[in-house]
């Protein structure tokens, strides 16, 4: 029998939501899947694209995203990526590996992805 043993790594990092650039919409644009729609709904997207660089241009591309309506909208979770990091930085990760040296494969998930 095997002992499965469950560690808790609690998350500290939180992100800056920031203006995309014009470039990096256009690529967005340009590389997303689309289906051929009628005439007036391919110039409704064109137009929604439109705007969207308009935005990105008015307001500062690369710079803080800040929503004055709701502050809490500047602010997101940062990402699968920075789970490594974290477990690193929290110390979680010595703690595993301290309790087994030998181990091999890691299964790391984030609570966000698993339905809680």
């Not at 997101?76 to 990091?85: L, Q, S």
């Amino acid at each position: 029998s095997t002992s499965v043993n469950i560690h808790r790594s609690k998350g500290s990092s939180v992100g800056i939501r920031m203006i995309p650039t014009q470039q990096d919409l256009e690529f967005a644009h340009n590389n997303q899947p689309r289906q051929k729609l009628d005439a007036q709904a391919e110039k409704m997207k064109h137009s929604i694209h439109a705007a969207q660089l308009c935005w990105a241009k008015e307001c500062g591309e690369t710079t803080d995203y800040i929503d004055p309506t709701n502050p809490y909208q500047s602010l997101h979770p940062v990402g699968h990526f920075f789970e490594i990091p974290n477990l690193i930085l929290n110390g979680t990760l010595g703690k595993l590996l301290h309790e087994r040296p030998k181990l091999q494969t890691l299964l790391l998930h984030n609570v966000d992805a698993t339905g809680v």
